[in-house]
């Protein structure tokens, strides 16, 4: 690397510290090789002055090179590191410690075994953060579960689609029913809800729903006195951001809910009725013989008539051949 890139690196980043670009820029183009991960450690001006201070050579000489490559294997490791959204900060705070340490033990310890301390530490208090609630599929923009990965340096969210599928539901026309804009993950408090209805279509298209008037005292459920065929969306969150949208199919019978019951009590009479009419007490061993002996007699009987065929078509065939007999000597 020219000397005067190294002078106009020097003197750009002081002036901009918060622009990460330029991070990205002045680290690409000092060392190609380093992994993205490490750009999370703090600046690279930071790395270039610790190995000067550990080696006392400048950037340019062997010893400083191999200095930065140390510190970018040290850091491979910690390239699956992710921490919640809101812990970016602590995970900075624990790197930048790290790396004061290092420059504090510059001349006492060897470089490696000082950065393998460093990570260690590193570690340590990762380990003491608070855990990340994992993504629940299959829908929803989920924010607590919203982490920071080492290795990108990059805010990755949950991997799903906004809207939820649709769930199909069963009513009648004269059946009251009740939906819920309920999901399993950690929601933001004093989100708004929106209800929304597209009639006698199964769709998820935002277009075709018009809203409809909910319960300010229980915005996330809504009750429907009367029913009609067609889909039911709930959104949670302002329109132009929104969490989630979950949708309702209303398969809708014109039947009678009343009639419904009728018939279900009358299913469960039927059902019911040996229990309600006991039957007269039969010992179990006589009716067992009972069955046994009718079972032979049948078998008895049928074995007679079987033979009974059996000798008539016997007779019938002697009978047939004597009358051919006499009818040859006739001729």
Known sequence: MAWWVLALMLVLVPWHPRNPGLWLW?????????????LCFGPPIQRARLCRDITGAFVDQPRHKKCLEALVEAAKSLASVTVGSGQREELREIVMDALYSIEDQRGKKPLNKSLQEAVNTIWVKLSQLRKVP?????????????????ATCRFVDCQFALDCPVQDLWTYTDETIVLRCSVPFHIPTGLPVTWMFAPNLRTQDMTLFKELKGNPEKPFSLTIEEPAPGTVACRLGEHSKPIVRKFFYLNVSEGSVEEEKELQAVFS????????????????????????????VLLLMASWQCLCVHQTWHRRGHQGAREDSRSLDSL
């Open 26 to 38: 002045v680290l690409m183009s000092w060392l190609p090789e380093v992994n993205p991960c490490l």
């Open 269 to 296: 009479t039927v059902l019911h009725w040996d229990d309600k009419t006991p039957l007269p007490h039969i010992p179990t061993m006589g009716l067992a013989v009972g069955f046994g002996s009718m079972a032979f």
């Open 134 to 150: 994992a993504c629940i599929p299959p829908c929803g923009f989920q924010p607590a579960a919203r982490v920071f990965q080492c």
